[in-house]
C-alpha cells in the first residue's frame, strides 16, 4: 500500500481525524503492513494528529508491551536452551 495521493494536514481537535485516508492506515501500521515509506508518512501523521494519537495510543503500548514480553522469553528459552546443552556436556 502507498500513500502518494495523501495530504498531511495538522488536526487540532481530539475529536476528528482531519486526514481520514492516512487515519485508515494505522492499524496496517501498527500490524506492519505497510512499506517503509508509507511506516513514514503515517508516524508523521501520528505525531500531528491528536484524534489517532490518542485513539491508537493505547494500542501502540499494548503492542510494544508484547513484542517487549516476547522478547524476553526469548531471552529465557535460550538461557534454558544453554542450560540443557550445558548438562547434557556434562553427562
Known amino acids: ?3 502518494e495521493n495523501f495530504n498531511i494536514t495538522h ?3 481530539a475529536d476528528v481525524c482531519r ?3 492516512l487515519g485508515i492506515l494505522v492499524p496496517d501500521y ?3 503492513l505497510l512499506d517503509d515509506a508509507s511506516c513514514l508518512i503515517v ?3 501520528l505525531a500531528e494528529c491528536v484524534h489517532c494519537k490518542e485513539r491508537y495510543l493505547t494500542v501502540l503500548r499494548m503492542r510494544a ?3 517487549f514480553k ?3 522469553q526469548k531471552k529465557t528459552d535460550d538461557e534454558v536452551n544453554d542450560d540443557d546443552r550445558e548438562l547434557a556436556k556434562q553427562r
Open 1 to 3: 500500500m502507498t500513500t
Open 11 to 13: 488536526s487540532q481537535n
Open 19 to 21: 486526514n481520514p485516508d
Open 30 to 32: 501498527i500490524l506492519e
Open 43 to 45: 508516524e508523521q501523521h
Open 65 to 67: 508491551t508484547a513484542c
Open 70 to 72: 516476547k522478547q524476553e
